[in-house]
C-alpha cells in the first residue's frame, strides 16, 4: 500500500508542478532525491542501534503527515511551489528507512539459502506495488485530479504503520544483544563495514556502478515527463510510463523469485546493466509503442541487478550490520538522481537524442569500465 501510494504521488507531484503549483520540475526532482545524502546514514545507524519497527513506524508517521499537508493545503487555496518542495525534501530526508529497513529485516525472516529469492520476492511486492500506483494515478489524475492522489499516499502511510505496529519480534541487533553489542562478532563497527565498502571490490565496484545508473535514472524523471506530453498523453500520461517501467521490474522479479539464479551474479549484473543502456537508446524513436517497449526491457533489467547485488552484499557483512551496510551504499547509490536532474535539464536544451545519448552513457560506461575487475574479484 505505502509503495504503490509513492509511485503515485511522485506521478501527482509532477502534474501538479507543470500545473497549478507552476513548480520547475528539475528542482522538485533535486528536492526529492538529495536529501538522502543527509539522512541516509543516521537512518543506517538507527536501523542497527533501535527497534527497527519502530524507527520505521516513525518513519510512516512523518511522511505520512507530510503528504496530508498537500490536500490541506489545495483545500484552503494557499498550495503552491514551496509546499511541493518542502514535502519532495522531507520524503528524500527520510526515504532511505524504508530502503535500508526492509532489507535489514530479511535475513532475520528467512534462511540463507533463501536470500535469493526472497530479495527477488521483495522486488516482487515493490514492482507490483508500483505498477498498480503509477498506472492507476495515471488514471485518477486525469479524471479526478492530483490531489486526492497524494490524499491516498497520505492514508498508506498510516496503512504502513498499524501494520507494523502489528508485527512482532522484528527487533534490532541492540536490542537482541544488550549494551555489550559492540563486543558481539555479529555486530561490526561502521569503520569496519565503511572499510570493507570501500576495499572489497564486489561491494565497491557495485555500488559505483549503480550510482551512475542512477544518474541516467535521475535523468529520466526530468525526460519522461516530457515524453509524455510529446505523446500526446498529457501529464498524467507520465504515470503509464512509469508503470510500463514497473511491469518489467515485475516481470523480472517474479521470474527470479520462482526460482534460484545459477548463473554468476556479477557476470549478471553487468550484463543486465549494459542490456539496460541499449534499450534506452530506442527512446530517440517519438513513439508510444516503442516507448513503452523500451520501458518495459528498461524495467526487466533494473529489477535483477538489484536483487543479485542485494544478496552479494548479504553474504559479505554479518546481519548485525546489515542496517548500517545498506543504508551506506544505498546513501551512496541514491544521492546521484539530483545530477541526473541537472543532466537532463541541460541536455533537453540540446534535443531528444542528446538527452537519450547522455542517460545511456551514464547508464552503461560504468558496467563496461567495471568488468573486469568486479569479473576477477575474488568474494
Known amino acids: 500500500m505505502s509503495a504503490a501510494g509513492d509511485a503515485a504521488s511522485w506521478v ?3 502534474a501538479l508542478s507543470l500545473s497549478v503549483a507552476h513548480a520547475s520540475l528539475p528542482i522538485l526532482v533535486v528536492l526529492y532525491t538529495a536529501p538522502v545524502a543527509v539522512g541516509g546514514l543516521a537512518a543506517g545507524w538507527a536501523l542497527d542501534r533501535f527497534d527497527r519497527r519502530r524507527v520505521m513506524i516513525g518513519d510512516s508517521v512523518l511522511r505520512g503527515a507530510a503528504f496530508a499537508s498537500v ?3 489545495a483545500a484552503f487555496g494557499r498550495l503552491d511551489a514551496g509546499q511541493l518542495y518542502a514535502v519532495a525534501a522531507v520524503y528524500g530526508l527520510l526515504k532511505m528507512i524504508g530502503l535500508a529497513g526492509f532489507p535489514a529485516l530479511i535475513p532475520s525472516l528467512v534462511s540463507g539459502t533463501q536470500i ?3 530479495n527477488a520476492l521483495e522486488g516482487v511486492t515493490y514492482g507490483l ?3 498498480a500506483g503509477a498506472g492507476l494515478a495515471g488514471l485518477a489524475v486525469a479524471t479526478a485530479g492530483p490531489v486526492p492522489v497524494v490524499a491516498f499516499d497520505a492514508a498508506s502511510y498510516l496503512v504502513m504503520a498499524l501494520s507494523l505496529w502489528s508485527v512482532h519480534g522484528l527487533s534490532s541487533p541492540a536490542r537482541r544483544h544488550g549494551p555489550s553489542r559492540a563486543a558481539e562478532p555479529d555486530a561490526p563497527h561502521f569503520r569496519a563495514i565503511l572499510h570493507l ?3 572489497n571490490p564486489v561491494l565497491r565496484d557495485t555500488t559505483i556502478m549503480f550510482a551512475l545508473f542512477n544518474v541516467g535514472e ?3 524523471l526530468v525526460f519522461l515527463p516530457h515524453r509524455a506530453v510529446e505523446l500526446g498523453l498529457g501529464s498524467g500520461g507520465y504515470g503509464f510510463l512509469v508503470a510500463a517501467t514497473t511491469a518489467g521490474q515485475l516481470l523480472a522479479a517474479a521470474l527470479l523469485a520462482r526460482q534460484a539464479w545459477k548463473a554468476s551474479l556479477r557476470a549478471s549484473i553487468i550484463v543486465a546493466q549494459i542490456t539496460a543502456a541499449l534499450v534506452v537508446v530506442l527512446l530517440v524513436i517519438h513513439s508510444i509503442a516503442v516507448t513503452v517497449v523500451a520501458l518495459v526491457a528498461l524495467g526487466m533489467c533494473a529489477a535483477p541487478m538489484t536483487a543479485w547485488a542485494q544478496s552479494l552484499r548479504m ?3 554479518p546481519p548485525g550490520g546489515h ?4 543504508a551506506l551504499l544505498r546513501t551512496t547509490m541514491q544521492a546521484t538522481p539530483p545530477a541526473g536532474a541537472a543532466l537532463a535539464a541541460l541536455a533537453l536544451t540540446h534535443g531528444t537524442l542528446a538527452t537519450v545519448a547522455a542517460v545511456a552513457a551514464a547508464m552503461g560506461l560504468p558496467a563496461v569500465i567495471f568488468a573486469h575487475d568486479l569479473m576477477s574479484a575474488a568474494t
Open 12 to 14: 501527482a507531484l509532477v
Open 71 to 73: 490536500p490541506l493545503a
Open 116 to 118: 535469493d529469492q526472497a
Open 129 to 131: 506495488a508500483s505498477l
Open 197 to 199: 565498502a570501500v576495499t
Open 218 to 220: 535521475g535523468a529520466l
Open 315 to 317: 553474504r559479505l557483512v
Open 323 to 326: 542496517g548500517r551496510l545498506f
